[in-house]
């Protein structure tokens, strides 16, 4: 099992490597084999690592490989941890990656730096497998700053686009905010000698830490998740992130890499526990950015940009159920979203692909009958994001909701709205690519086509995954399920549900009936119209202003303080400096004079000693 | 060879390069040659020593291959070489930055009195980083000032005398307090001891002195190191000297030399003056911290890679001092290793300079776009000498950053907490630039550029292979600098060293 592991992790890193050594006229061919075959490698072996595990008694493997950060008191070796948590997340990483990656074959046919793509998007695999399958935080942290700097490379792929050079580097410098709260959490935790490994923190946390230092901490942590994630207050990076090709949205920022925070914080849990400010702080920045970003969703032109805000709503909802302290109810719509949203991604991504690049909502319309495969697909992608049975998202949403009904009824009822919200954008999304008018006509000459085989196959199984991934975890088998495995994790304690029979199949109704109205709505107000600028107010396209705000607030402020720090440093140079040499004459003829005078006297004098001590040296030597 | 003539041969090596440059100087290309074979040869003896390292001497000292001659007992003059983990390391990135910034200058006119004058700040370099006594050390390096100066002034750019003149006059107002308080404290320990006067390292450690004597003869030290490495805000003469020299000069310049002022920092400004450490420590701190935020904030104006490269070395000082003052081993430590990786990197960003320069006549960031497209094997270069700045794990910047702001958060979290907001100024600044020049469309005066040769691949490969070697398999570093660093932050702050 431990073999199967290492598979799993170093089949990324290897494809990496032989793509990077690969020649440079490598056949498109080889180049998607190589790339897509070591992700599937991985996948497989994670099943192994998997069925190995359901077969131990012992759910905590630790893999050590070598020491790499040991000094002093500070231990952090480079050393897996697999358990129940970790190997969920590689199973749906690695299957989730291996089908985006043959996906990709197809899309990015004939692109420029097709191998390096692959190459990429191979390392950022192993990067994300560091991340979820390291045993310590310092470990984590590589592999969280590894999908930072792949993510920065993807999103910025189009590099002769400055949209997107901008993007890739917005990414990845508010990741890097983030990722403060990530390094300050460990230099908390190791002032207090909790160590960094996670069985370590897990045993000593409750002893080691007090009240406040444990607060800091979770808030650390959350500020950590907020930037790789994309929660408030760093959520609008991610928008931007669509500037890379569609695949990469599909599978950094839907599926895998935006859920790290989420991650991180399940992981720490035994120090959740110790804070409950923390994780009241945490619930309530996961409802609030759910809400927010589903309101800006309502309002976006752009296919992508309604994606990406409902991924960065989702996202709101596992961190609403973490900070209530659902574990299990995270992770299962953490996983059920990574099929449905990529699936949407990759959909999308096949409708913009027949329409020859259009991400534009109201210049397409009608395409449900000349996408025979991306339709029905798409179809499955939106009622199972909608909430409605029996599609993955009725459980996994319908599993949060009811964690955050038994803690806290305000945070349930805001994730209520978020859900008519959600059922909202998508039919108004849905409706207006694949219904109504042929609009795409007005602007486009050619016939839209489907896509190839290779770009649809993957959608396929991943529709038949959304429909089905709700039976990872159904409310009446609690005890055999996602839930149970996930909460079998050291330190993650399962949920008190504390709702009863009757109570939960209330509050499914309500989701369904919800999850219907938000529906109809749509349905009525967008079959037949493309724009209702009442509906889609300057406030909620320009993101709530949060990037104004941004600017203003921080942006240009820093830009003068860094402009202004520079002619200070210019004039300290120039004037305070060259003075000193300068005062020595007054007139400015004079000037080149004495300087070039003064250094001439300088190296004399410098010269003269030098030689007086070698010549000192060479009398005593001799 | 017996043990105590290994550190020897290290310092009669550049010379033989000296005096054979000199012989055949009628003919370049052969005394390029020569000086080439003596830098090779110094780079590979630096490598055996480092392998040798800790062979011949007790288990529980760090110091090896000692020797100890006494020139003249009167005036205190000794030949007093030794190597301990911290020397080591430095050593090794000095010839390792003198042989592959030899190599990266390819200029055609390169006279031989170039040549020599880079041969002898290599030596200078490593005698200053071998030398176990405070008057040798001075002597070295106050001579690395020379070559220095020379390298500067006559081969630099048009502005190049005028820079090298400032760069003179502030190293050389720095060096008159240090002077003193060397030969103060050299009296010290001769009124305590009694016998001759001795600057002997192990002697001097012991000398006892007051608080208020401590920090006078820390801040006359302190002021010399600080202007060389450069810390905030005496760092005025590095915009223009590093702007006006020539590649090779650069490098070294700014890769090993200014190492010399944070080494000397630590092993005697700090060692010596255990006494004045509890009062400096807070005005250090500060100027590190402030060396951190304003090093970023004015390498993200810069317009061009020369100037990115003076004002990130400015934040980078930053964290060195930080980590060195933190009071913490690890911190320490880290602070050491990334002297060693800031070299390297530094040494990388020098040839790409080089590099631009051939191709384009300058490394100007604004007057060009869209690079990565018509080079995108330089780009990829200097994407790697970005990252590692920035401090992503994997690459050895940020096992240097790591231990320092760790080290430094258990003792002073608060300056910890803000130097952290650095890792963000790198990012800003170094993204900042790239987006500037080598993405976008690509503009017209790069179209058709060559990209890199296969000389300049042989030169940075290497470079790449060190900072992904030293992110991914820090110990042999670590293990080397650990007991060292252990030994001075035991003597400086006896209680609380387990950090």
């Known amino acids: 099992m431990t073999h199967a592991a290492l598979v799993t992790l170093l089949a990324p890193l290897v494809g990496f490597l032989v793509l990077v050594t690969l020649r440079r006229d490598a056949s498109e061919r080889l180049v998607g084999s190589v790339a897509t075959g070591a992700i599937t490698l991985s996948f497989l072996a994670a099943l192994v690592t998997w069925v190995g595990l359901l077969h131990r008694s012992s759910r905590e493997v630790t893999v050590t490989l070598f020491g790499w950060l040991s000094t002093g008191s500070l231990h952090a070796p480079v050393a897996l941890l697999v358990d129940p948590l970790s190997v969920t997340m590689m199973l749906f990483v690695t299957g989730v990656s291996a089908l985006i990656h043959l996906y990709s074959t197809g899309y990015m046919q004939g692109e420029r730096d097709f191998r390096k793509f692959f190459a990429y998007l191979n390392l950022f695999v192993f990067s994300m497998l560091v991340l979820v399958m390291a045993d310590n935080l310092v470990m984590t942290f590589v592999g969280w700053e590894g999908v930072g700097v792949c993510s920065y490379w993807l999103v910025a792929y189009y590099f002769d686009r400055d949209s997107a050079a901008s993007a890739g580097k917005k990414a990845f410098i508010y990741n890097r905010v983030g990722d403060l709260g990530l390094l300050i959490a460990m230099f908390i935790l190791f002032s207090h000698h909790t160590g960094l490994g996670y069985l370590q ?324 107000l967008w079959r037949s119209s493309t724009a209702r600028p009442a509906l889609e107010p300057r406030f909620l396209e320009r993101v709530w202003y949060w990037d104004d705000l941004y600017d203003r607030g921080l942006g240009r402020p820093l830009t003068r303080v860094a402009e202004e720090t520079t002619r200070v440093d210019d004039v300290v140079v120039d004037r305070v400096v060259e003075g000193v040499a300068g005062r020595v004459s007054a007139s400015a003829a004079g000037l080149k004079k004495v300087q070039t005078g003064l250094v001439r006297h300088y190296a004399l004098g410098m010269t003269l000693g030098v030689s007086l001590i070698v010549v000192y040296l060479v009398a005593r030597v001799g | ?218 801040v006359g030290l302190a002021l010399a190191f600080a202007i060389k490495a450069p810390l905030w805000p005496l760092h005025s003469w590095s915009p223009s000297t590093y702007g006006e020299a020539p590649v090779a000069a650069g490098a070294q310049l700014a890769a090993t030399l200014s190492k010399l002022g944070t080494y000397g920092l630590l092993r005697f400004a700090l060692a010596l003056t255990p006494l004045a450490v509890k009062s400096v420590t807070p005005v250090v701190l500060v100027l590190s911290v402030i060396a951190i935020v304003y090093g970023s904030l004015v390498a993200a104006t810069s317009r061009d890679l020369r100037r990115l490269a003076v004002f990130s070395s400015v934040a980078q000082m930053g964290f060195i001092t930080l980590g060195i003052f933190s009071g913490s081993q690890i911190g320490v430590t880290g602070a050491v290793v990334l002297m060693v990786v800031h070299g390297i990197t530094t040494l990388g960003l020098f040839v790409l300079i080089g590099a631009l320069e051939r191709r384009r006549g300058s490394a100007r960031l604004d007057d060009v776009r869209g690079l990565q497209g018509a080079v995108p094997v330089l780009s990829g270069f200097v994407t790697v000498v970005a990252f590692a700045t920035i401090g992503v794990p994997g690459l050895g910047g940020f096992v240097g950053e790591f231990l320092i702001l760790l080290g430094a958060f258990g003792v002073h979290p608060a300056y910890a907490a803000v130097a952290t907001l650095g890792t963000v100024g790198a990012a800003v600044y170094w993204l900042w630039a790239y987006q500037r020049a080598f993405h976008g469309p690509l503009s017209e005066n790069a179209t058709g550029m060559a990209d890199a040769s296969p000389t300049e691949r042989a030169l940075l490969w290497p470079v790449v292979a060190l900072v992904v070697a030293l992110g991914v398999v820090p110990a042999p570093l670590l293990s080397r600098v650990a007991p060292s660093v252990q030994q001075i932050v035991a003597h400086v702050t006896p209680t609380g060293v387990s950090r």
Do not use: C
Not at chain 2, 129 to 149: G, K
């Open chain 1, 201 to 524: 923190i897990a045993t000593s946390a409750s002893t080691h830490l007090s009240g406040t230092a444990a607060t800091w901490v979770v808030l650390a942590l959350l500020l950590g998740a907020s930037g790789k994630s994309a929660q408030i207050p760093l959520f609008n990076w991610l928008p931007d992130a669509m500037e890379g090709p569609t695949p990469v949205s599909a599978l950094i920022h839907a599926a895998t890499m935006v859920t790290a925070g989420v991650y991180l914080l399940v992981r720490m849990a035994p120090v959740l526990a110790l804070s409950g400010s923390g994780r009241t702080t945490i619930a309530v920045v996961g409802a609030l950015t759910a809400f927010v970003a589903a309101t800006i969703a309502t309002s976006q032109k752009d296919i992508k940009k309604v994606l990406a805000f409902s991924t960065i709503s989702q996202i709101g909802y596992m961190v609403l159920a973490v900070g209530v302290g659902a574990y299990g109810a995270a992770i299962f719509l953490m996983v059920a979203h990574a099929f449905f949203k990529a699936l949407l991604f990759l959909g999308s991504g096949s409708v913009i692909h027949s329409l020859h690049g259009e991400q534009d909502l109201r210049k397409m319309g009608a395409l449900a009958a000349v996408l025979p495969w991306t339709y029905p697909t798409f179809l499955v992608g939106w009622l199972a994001i909608s909430g409605l049975p029996p599609f993955a998202g009725f459980f996994a949403k319908g599993a949060v909701l009811t964690g955050a009904y038994a803690h806290n009824k305000t945070l349930w009822a805001l994730g209520v709205v978020t859900a008519v919200l959600t059922a909202y954008y998508m039919t108004r999304l849905f409706v207006l690519t694949f219904r109504g008018r042929a609009r795409y006509r007005d602007t486009l000459d050619a016939e839209p086509h489907e896509s190839p085989a290779v770009m649809v196959a993957p959608l396929v199984v991943l529709a038949v995954a959304a429909t089905f991934a709700g039976a990872l975890d159904l409310p009446w088998s609690h005890q055999h399920t996602l839930d149970t495995f996930i909460t079998s994790t050291v330190g993650v304690s399962a949920s008190t549900i504390g709702v009863s029979g009757t109570g939960q199949w209330t509050l499914a109704l309500i989701d369904v009936v919800v999850a219907l109205l938000g529906l109809l709505a749509a349905f009525s």
């Open chain 2, 1 to 218: 060879m017996h043990s105590s003539w290994w550190l020897t041969a290290l310092l009669l090596l550049p010379l033989a390069g000296v005096l054979g440059v000199s012989l055949t100087r009628s003919r370049p290309e052969r005394a390029r040659r020569v000086a080439l074979v003596s830098v090779g040869v110094e780079f590979a003896l630096s490598v055996v020593v480092a392998l040798l390292y800790n062979a011949h001497v007790a288990q529980a000292s760090t110091w090896d291959f000692g020797v100890r001659w006494v020139v003249s007992a009167p005036l205190g003059l000794a030949y007093d070489v030794a190597l301990d983990g911290i020397s080591l390391a430095l050593v090794l990135l000095s010839t390792l930055v003198a042989l592959v910034a030899m190599l990266s200058d390819r200029a055609p006119r390169r006279e031989p009195a170039y040549l020599a004058w880079q041969l002898l700040a290599l030596d200078f370099t490593v005698g200053a980083f071998v030398a176990h006594d405070l008057l040798l050390f001075f002597i070295f390096f106050e001579l690395v000032l020379v070559p220095s100066y020379f390298m500067v002034a006559q081969w630099g750019g048009p502005s190049a005398r005028r820079a090298a003149m400032k760069f003179f006059l502030y190293t050389f107002v720095g060096s008159a307090p240090a002077l003193v308080a060397v030969i103060y404290l050299g009296f010290l320990h001769q009124h305590e001891v009694g016998g001759n006067l001795s600057f002997n390292y192990s002697a001097l450690s012991s000398t006892v002195m007051t608080s208020s004597q401590a920090v006078w003869i820390f």
